[in-house]
């Protein structure tokens, strides 16, 4: 059984969804969404679901966040994003995926583009979307 300290996010991963949530409104304003909130943490049943999520009343980015991103954590993610859009409060939304790394593995970051993902890099004292030019988002919704 997990213990309350078990669910909580370490302060490693706190600095990192930090130094993510700060330049994430700016980075999707860029790319056409417009936020109007931005959220964290967001939990099911008691256990960490989102990182953080970014939003308005049309359009959801829910971003996963990872000191080392891997395919598998991607993997894990678009499962989550997908069970995430059958859920009555997303619909009629158009909910999109991000995922936020400081190092990746694997190519993990290739594969997350591949799968539709904003691929979001955090370098150190900031963050950049880092896809390529002619990048169009998976609509998950």
């Known amino acids: 059984m997990d213990t309350y300290e078990d669910l909580l996010p370490s302060p490693w991963d ?3 969804e930090s130094l993510v949530e700060r330049d994430l409104v700016p980075l999707l304003n860029q790319q056409g969404i417009h936020v109007e909130y931005t959220a964290t943490h967001l939990k ?7 990182d953080i999520m970014a939003a308005n009343s049309q359009e959801v980015v829910m971003v996963e966040v990872r000191t080392t991103l891997r395919v598998d954590d991607v993997k894990d993610f678009l499962d989550r994003l997908r069970k995430l859009t059958t ?3 997303y619909q009629g939304r158009t909910v999109y995926g991000a995922v936020a790394w400081l190092k990746a593995k694997q190519k993990a970051a ?4 591949k799968q539709g993902l904003f691929v979001i890099r955090a370098t150190g004292s900031s963050a950049s979307i880092v896809n390529q030019e002619n990048f169009k988002p998976q609509v998950f919704s």
């Not at 290739?110 to 583009?113: C, G, L, P, R, S």
């Open 14 to 16: 706190c600095l990192m």
């Open 44 to 50: 099911r049943m008691g256990r960490h679901e989102f």
């Open 87 to 89: 859920r009555d409060s």
């Open 110 to 113: 290739i594969f997350a583009e």
